[in-house]
């Protein structure tokens, strides 16, 4: 039975961990950007839903689709004033720029909310929800299923909508799309502004899990790293089967070698998966 618990831990990681990871995948895909910035936005969400909860009461998980329309503007803004001058340059330029500014986001939450890990508490508790001898508290369920609810419907905007249809064709052949009459450089900043909504969304359901502070913006991209290589970029799906293998993967390493070395394990995932398989496990050309 314990290894059915630390399975069943592990598929709810793995729905947090998609919901993280979707925005890093989208950026990449359609602007071809390495988004530095994308765990602090996690982070700055995290920070929205803990000052909601503390001075006006709201729950952490029906606060994440505004805290994540905050960080749609304020990446809608990062994109059309600082990284869209440098868009077509090499990756480099761009990585550089985008980890310039994640410099300044991570030391301006230093020196607003300083290092301490904070956690919203939720009063009264949600319980835990039982199946035979498995328990999984409430709280991580709803997190899981809401945050697996946002990268569907992310899904279906890119599927099913004029504007959904724009990005994927400037991902596919942007000279092309311009030519069909598709604003790229406008296409460029919504996506880039979706993928800031749902960092903001993904660690505003993580604020009511783990406790945040601005030191873990760096663990957050790195897992939005891995699972975008494990599930192959360009793929929301793939982004799916990639967070899910992840939470699974570091539950079991937890078990078996201590939680202290999930991210050891992570990285290691990385490497054996750009040896034996870089496009991931359902990468494809565009985004689907």
Not at 27 to 55: C, D, E, P
Not at 153 to 170: E, K, M, S
Not at 220 to 234: E, P, Q, S, T
């Amino acid at each position: 039975m314990l290894l059915l618990q630390v399975l069943t831990n592990g598929l709810a990681l793995g729905g947090l961990y998609a919901c993280i990871a979707v925005g890093f995948s989208l950026v990449w895909g359609v602007l071809n950007v390495i988004n530095i910035l994308h765990g602090s936005m996690i982070v700055l969400g995290g920070y929205l839903a803990f000052f909601a909860h503390q001075y006006f009461g709201i729950n952490p998980f029906l606060f994440a689709p505004f805290a994540g329309a905050v960080l749609f503007v304020i990446g809608f803004a990062i994109q059309r004033l600082a990284i869209n001058p440098v868009m077509g340059r090499p990756v480099l330029i761009t990585l550089v720029l985008t980890f310039g500014i994640n410099l300044f986001f991570d030391n301006a939450m230093l020196a607003a909310f300083n290092a301490d890990y904070r956690k919203v508490i939720i009063d009264p508790p949600l319980g835990v929800f039982e199946i035979g001898s498995v328990l999984l508290p409430v709280d991580r369920l709803y997190a899981t299923l809401l945050g697996l609810a946002l990268v569907g419907a992310l899904w279906l905007l890119l599927r099913g909508t004029q504007l959904g249809r724009a990005i994927v064709a400037v991902r596919m052949d942007r000279d092309a799309a311009a030519l069909m009459g598709i604003d790229v450089r406008l296409t460029y900043a919504v996506a880039f502004a979706l993928g800031a909504f749902m960092a903001g969304a993904a660690g505003a359901l993580l604020s009511g899990i783990f406790p945040i502070s601005p030191v873990s913006s760096g663990s957050y991209l790195g897992k939005a790293f891995v699972i975008c290589v494990l599930g192959g970029l360009g793929s929301i799906p793939g982004v799916v089967a990639g967070g899910f293998a992840l939470g699974v993967i570091e539950s079991f390493g937890a078990l078996a070698f201590g939680p202290e070395h999930a991210l050891t394990i992570s990285f290691g995932l990385l490497l054996v998966l750009l040896i034996l398989r870089p496009q991931g496990l359902l990468g494809v050309k565009g985004f689907n």
